[in-house]
């Protein structure tokens, strides 16, 4: 068997240095671009899962007070291991810094009275429309505007307010005792 040297046809040559040198970089510039948007996107997500969390903690609370409002308007309590006192809706506590109750809820939206393990703050503001008018069709002695405001990372306690650091969310409904 006989082997031959075959030379090198014109159209038929590999890559040079330059070209493989200059690949590669662009190939590292676009894994540097693709790389840096995992952050924003990891934030997003984050926000996102928060904005569902504080949604569905604020609407358990909510629909706890309205089904309960028609038999105790003035005696409301909330669904936690260690409730709060009894939540009168026929008052007002208009005030964030001086909620009618205050809470915490963990990352699974589980709502307790400790801060341990807490990653949201939850605020329960009524207004019994003393000061304001009360919408149609309440009549003001039979109807509470509730306000829940849930803020991540939690409050430390009820009379602190907001940073720029937190994310604060309220959530309105009026609750009737009828």
Same mark, same amino acid.
């Given at each position: ?6 030379? /090198?046809?014109? #159209? ?8 493989? +040198? ?12 693709? &790389? ?5 996107? &990891? ?29 105790? %308007?003035?005696?409301?309590? &909330?669904?936690?291991?260690?409730? /709060?006192? /009894? ?5 007002? *506590? ?14 699974? #939206?589980?709502?307790?009275? *400790? ?13 019994? %429309? *003393? ?14 505007? +509730?306000?829940?405001?849930? +803020?991540?990372?939690? &409050? ?15 959530? +309105? ?6």
């Amino acid at each position: 068997m006989k082997h031959c040297l075959r030379m /090198p046809t014109p #159209g038929r040559r590999g890559f040079s240095l330059v070209e493989v +040198v200059l690949a590669l970089g662009i190939i590292s510039f676009a894994i540097v671009a693709i &790389l840096g948007v995992f952050p924003l996107g &990891l934030r997003t997500s984050h926000s996102s899962q928060d904005d569902a969390r504080a949604t569905q903690i604020a609407q358990n609370v909510l629909n706890a007070m309205a089904s309960q409002s028609q038999q105790n %308007f003035t005696n409301i309590v &909330l669904p936690c291991p260690s409730p /709060p006192p /009894p939540i009168n809706l026929a008052s007002s *506590s208009t005030s964030p810094t001086a909620p009618a109750a205050f809470l915490y809820a963990d990352n699974d #939206g589980q709502i307790s009275g *400790s801060a341990t393990n807490a990653t949201y703050s939850i605020s329960i503001i009524t207004d019994d %429309f *003393s000061t304001t008018a009360s919408p149609v069709p309440f009549d003001s002695g039979f109807a509470n505007k +509730v306000t829940i405001r849930i +803020v991540s990372p939690p &409050l430390a306690s009820a009379s602190s307010t907001p940073s720029s650091g937190q994310t604060a969310q309220d959530y +309105v409904r009026v609750i009737s005792k009828y």
